[in-house]
C-alpha cells in the first residue's frame, strides 16, 4: 500500500459511470416490474453503495475510507441502463475505486437478477467522470 500519512485530509469526491445493455424481454420485465428475484434497479442501487463501502476488502492496495456519501443511479436507456455512483469522503486519498467498484457491482447485480431470461447482456464503458480534491487536483473526462 501507498504511504499516505503525511497527505493533508481533504475533502474529495469521485464519479464513476458505466452501462448494462439487454434483450427487450428483459427491459421489459424491469419496466413492468415482472423480475422473478425482485426489483433489479432497487437491488443495484443497494449492491453499489455496499461495494463502495467494501472496496478495500475486494480491491488489493487500497485504502479503507470514512465515505460520507454513496449515491447510484439507474437511468433508462433504449437498451439497457446508464450506472453512475458518486462518493464523497474527507481523506487523505481519493474515492475513484470505490465510484468504479459502485458501478461495476451495481451493474453485476442487474445482470444476475436477469441472467436467467437474457444472457447476452453486455456490461461496459466503466470509466471515471469526475474526481477532485488531493493535490493532483480535478479531472473531467471530456
Known sequence: MVDVGDKPVTSR????RGSITMSRE???LIRRGAVK?????????LAGI???K?????IPLCHTLPLSSVNVELTARARGYDIEAR????SQTGVEMEALTAVAVAALTVYDM?????KTMVIGDIR???????????YRRI
Not at 428475484?37 to 442501487?45: E, H, I, N, S, V
Not at 462518493?87 to 474527507?90: I, K, S, Y
Not at 471515471?128 to 480535478?138: D, E, F, N, Q
Open 128 to 138: 471515471v467522470m469526475l474526481k477532485s480534491g488531493g493535490r493532483s487536483g480535478t
Open 114 to 118: 436477469l441472467k436467467a431470461v437474457d
Open 50 to 52: 455496499l461495494a463502495a
Open 54 to 58: 467494501q472496496t478495500p476488502a475486494l
Open 37 to 45: 428475484k425482485g426489483d433489479p434497479l432497487q437491488t443495484a442501487r
Open 13 to 16: 469526491e469521485a464519479i464513476a
Open 26 to 28: 428483459a427491459l421489459r
Open 87 to 90: 462518493v464523497r469522503t474527507a
